[in-house]
């Protein structure tokens, strides 16, 4: 009865042990047939999903080989450091990358406009010891902001002006109309740069869905997932 019981006992651990070792070769399989560069990638989209963008860029940089499909992995690292770290030297450097790898690629057009847009933010925040002098500079700073204030002034004025002609039509028509405006659902991981690259082929528009927007975004840094928006 015993060496019965025994013999059981052993065949059960036998049969876990084999199913362990056969799990352990599927999951072997799994990752031959899907190359490294692929499963990195997966991981680091997934890290910058989550808003772990340091580790993505490291992840991101790991599988950097210039190879043709290096081109791609230069464009997110690009727009990881423009959208979400505010970097727009290390975002050129990699916009630079994506051009020389793949110079008629499927995102060229837009890198250049990119490039454009980074390098002239490059210029007017140089100071100090650099290409342009500091005089230089300051007064390049100083045209931008007050560009920037004499931009939001009009635009101010703009919507007031928006705001009176639309009560003003609501009152004779009874209806809201919107028919050169979009709407969009905030996603995990979307910032106002994101969406105006979405929609615009450039980040430098998020102002303006900022103020098409201002009476849902408390925070423009912190965007509502599921929140619906107003693309103007």
Not at 108 to 125: G, H, I, Q, Y
Not at 177 to 205: P, Q
Request: aromatic share 6%.
């Amino acid at each position: 009865m015993n060496s019965t019981r025994d013999n059981a006992k052993n065949n059960g651990v036998i049969a876990v042990l084999l199913l362990s070792c056969a799990l352990t070769l599927i999951a072997a399989c799994n990752r031959m047939t899907t190359p490294r560069p692929t499963q990195v990638l997966k991981e680091a989209d997934a890290k910058v999903a989550a808003g772990n963008f340091v580790e993505a860029i490291g992840l991101y940089e790991s599988i950097l080989d210039g190879s043709p499909g290096s081109a791609e992995v230069h464009y997110r690292l690009a727009l990881l450091y423009d959208d979400k770290m505010n970097d727009p030297l290390h975002a050129l450097h990699h916009f630079k990358r994506y051009l020389t790898i793949a110079p008629d690629g499927a995102h060229a057009n837009d890198v250049k406009n990119f490039m454009k847009r980074d390098e002239l933010t490059l210029l007017t925040n140089l100071s100090g010891d650099t290409v342009v002098p500091r005089a230089e500079a300051a007064r390049l700073r100083n045209e931008n902001l007050a560009l920037r204030k004499q931009i939001e002034d009009n635009r101010f004025l703009a919507r007031a002006s928006s705001a009176e002609n639309k009560k003003s039509q609501e009152k004779k028509t009874g209806t809201k109309k919107s028919e050169h405006s979009r709407s969009y659902v905030v996603k995990s991981g979307d910032t106002l740069a994101s969406i105006s690259r979405k929609f615009y082929k450039t980040s430098g528009r998020w102002k303006k869905i900022r103020d098409a927007n201002v009476d849902k975004i408390d925070d423009p840094q912190n965007l509502k997932v599921g929140e619906t928006l107003t693309i103007p």
